[in-house]
């Protein structure tokens, strides 16, 4: 099982990206999906993660300008970053948690990471 994420980059404070990540493999479920991220000097941290059922989670400092949504047919995850300010700039992870596979049971899986550089 792998996840591939995209969309990240440079942008100035105040604007907008979104990230993706999809999940591929001998996949049967994925219990949960979500979005980390490490800044310079720092622990990862979650940013936002999402049930299959649609229950998600939020980082407070995220909240109100961060939505995470994701597609279960495509096993795929996004996150639409909106009012960006240049502490939200990491790297931003992918996170498959409880994935069920056809050979491996279950595991939890990351994304290699994505860069997200918010400029004042």
């Not at 597609?71 to 996170?95: H, I, W």
């Amino acid at each position: 099982v792998q996840l591939q994420a995209s969309g990240g980059g440079l942008v100035q404070a105040g604007g907008s990206l979104r990230l993706s990540c999809a999940a591929s493999g001998s996949i049967l479920s994925i219990k949960a999906m979500g979005w980390y991220r490490q800044a310079p000097g720092k622990q990862r941290e979650l940013v936002a993660t999402t049930t299959g059922g649609g229950v998600t989670n939020y980082a407070d400092s995220v909240k109100g300008r961060f939505t995470i949504s994701r597609d279960n047919r495509k096993n795929t995850v996004y996150l639409q970053m909106n009012s960006l300010k240049p502490e939200d700039t990491a790297v931003y992870y992918c996170n498959a948690d409880r994935v069920l596979t056809t050979r491996s049971g279950w595991l939890d899986v990351w994304g290699q990471g994505t860069q997200v550089t918010v400029s004042s």
